[in-house]
C-alpha cells in the first residue's frame, strides 16, 4: 500500500521517529488553544530541538537521503523543509504566527517523508542501504521535560 509503513518494512524504525515530532505538534496545538503563555512553548520547542529534532534530521540525512543521492528533487525538497524547521525552532522571535508556522511546517514535512520520500526510497534503496536505515531507532524519553504544559 503506497505511503504506508508496513510491517517488515526496513523503514519502519525510522519512521516511528517521526512520533515524536507528531508529539511536538500536538503539544503546540494544546498549548495554543489552552492559552499557554507562548515562552512555555517556547522554551519547549527550543529543547525539543536540541534533543529531538536535530537528532532526527541528522540521522535522516545521514542514512536515509544518501540512498537517493543529495541532489535528487525529493531530497532537496526534505532537507529545505529541514532548514526551515530549524529556522523556525532556533528564531529568537517568540510569536504565535512563528509557533503556529513551526507546527504547519513540521506536519508537512511528516507528511512528505513518511507518504513520499520513503516510497521512493524504498524503491530504489538495495537491501544493505534499507538494513542501515534499519539500525538507526532513536530513543525518546518522554520524561525528561517537566513542564507538561499540554496536559
Known amino acids: 500500500m503506497r505511503g504506508t509503513i508496513r510491517r517488515g518494512d526496513p523503514l519502519k524504525k525510522l519512521g516511528n521517529n517521526h512520533h515524536y515530532g507528531l508529539l511536538l505538534s500536538s503539544r503546540i496545538k494544546k498549548g495554543i488553544k489552552s492559552k499557554v503563555e507562548l515562552e512555555r512553548i517556547k522554551e519547549y520547542i527550543d529543547w525539543a530541538w536540541e534533543m529531538r529534532l536535530k537528532p532526527l534530521f541528522e540521522v535522516e540525512e545521514t542514512y536515509l537521503y544518501n540512498i537517493l ?83
Open 69 to 151: 543521492g543529495y541532489h535528487h528533487e525529493l531530497v532537496a525538497t526534505a532537507q529545505e523543509q529541514h532548514k526551515r524547521i530549524e529556522s523556525l525552532c532556533k528564531s529568537n522571535l517568540v510569536s504565535e504566527r512563528n509557533i503556529k508556522l513551526l507546527d504547519q511546517q513540521l506536519d508537512d514535512h511528516i507528511k512528505f517523508e513518511k507518504r513520499i520520500l520513503f516510497d521512493e526510497v524504498r524503491k530504489v534503496a538495495s537491501e544493505d542501504q534499507l538494513e542501515e536505515a534499519e539500525d538507526y531507532e532513536l530513543d525518546f524519553d518522554d520524561n525528561e521535560w517537566s513542564d507538561k504544559f499540554w496536559e
